[in-house]
């Protein structure tokens, strides 16, 4: 699976603001941090405004602070704000879709997303900050 | 909701707790499986080296309950803490008693010898997945399989 270029600049942000809620952080310092055009940022901080989860502040130092429920908001909440992660209805105008193989493949493909999904929709930016955090401890063991 | 100040006491599950265990449960899965926890406790009273089954209590109200047994070579794994119930009364829920329980049940694990706790849940059940990701567990090497015995 691969995240396309906005949903990923958008769990940055996220998870970026989320680790520091009291401080505000400028589209500049978030691209930075991650090595990402600022101007690619400014569309994706827009639609995070606009779903509550991150807030503009205005005025010397002012940038970007989180503004949602670290602990109530998802990866699957952030994601779909850029892209549809919703259960696939096959397209039967492609090429093989129609036949029993395809519809076979097609049950397979759909068994991955399902769990892609449920992961998806089980981390909050609460977790993956503690996950981020144990990696920071240098404790990257397989659990 | 609990109080701030209330003291929650985490002990062994009694036959008097039943009761309670099975209306969290069914509050929580919606069907009220009586005959399954008596089995259940007697179970965990013929088996309690390796059986842990834990209530969390307050003003002698029991909140919440945790149930887990160490299980050695089953589908090949190495021995391991499982997880089999867990559950919170509904007006008390992220008031942190679950995570109170589960660290109880992994303490227990560890001083018998294990370093792993695993468990399953269903993929719908985002509540119960979102818990448990936030207590730091993570898909894990095994991968659950069924087959519909009507086809």
Not at chain 1, 4 to 29: I, K, N, W
Not at chain 1, 78 to 95: G, N, Y
Not at chain 2, 47 to 53: C, D, E, G, I, L
Not at chain 2, 120 to 145: C, H, I, V
Request: net charge negative; glycine share 8%.
């Amino acid at each position: 699976m691969k995240l396309q270029r906005a949903t990923l600049l958008g769990l940055y942000a996220v998870l970026e603001l989320a680790d520091q809620p009291e401080q505000q952080l400028s589209r500049t310092e978030i691209a930075d941090k991650f090595q990402l055009s600022s101007n690619h940022l400014s569309k994706v901080m827009r639609e995070l405004g606009k779903a509550g989860l991150v807030e503009a502040v205005r005025g010397v130092g002012g940038g970007y602070r989180f503004s949602g429920n670290a602990k109530r908001t998802t990866l699957m909440d952030v994601i779909s704000l850029f892209e549809s992660f919703k259960p696939d209805s096959p397209d039967m105008r492609e090429p093989g879709k129609h036949t029993e193989v395809g519809k076979a493949l097609d049950m397979v493909m759909e068994e991955i997303n399902e769990t892609t999904r449920a992961t998806l929709n089980s981390i909050s930016i609460n977790t993956l900050l503690m996950l981020k955090n144990k990696i920071a401890k240098g404790d990257t063991r397989e659990e | 909701m609990i109080e701030t100040g209330v003291h929650i006491l985490i002990r062994d599950a009694t036959e008097l707790d039943l009761g309670a265990i099975i209306a969290i449960d069914a509050q929580i899965s919606g069907i009220e499986k009586t005959a399954y926890w008596q089995d259940a406790y007697a179970e965990y009273q013929r088996h309690k080296v390796n059986r842990v089954f834990l209530v969390a209590t307050a003003d002698d109200q029991v909140l919440g309950f945790i149930m887990g047994e160490i299980r050695a070579w089953e589908f090949g794994s190495e021995p391991c803490g499982w997880v089999f119930a867990i559950g919170v009364l509904e007006n008390h829920k992220l008031t942190g008693i679950g995570a109170r329980l589960l660290d109880d049940l992994c303490r227990h694990f560890k001083q018998n010898g294990v370093n792993k706790v695993r468990t399953m849940t269903a993929k719908q059940d985002n509540e119960l997945l979102s818990f448990f990701r936030s207590q730091g567990l993570m898909a894990g090497p095994y991968l659950q399989l069924e087959k519909d015995l009507s086809d």
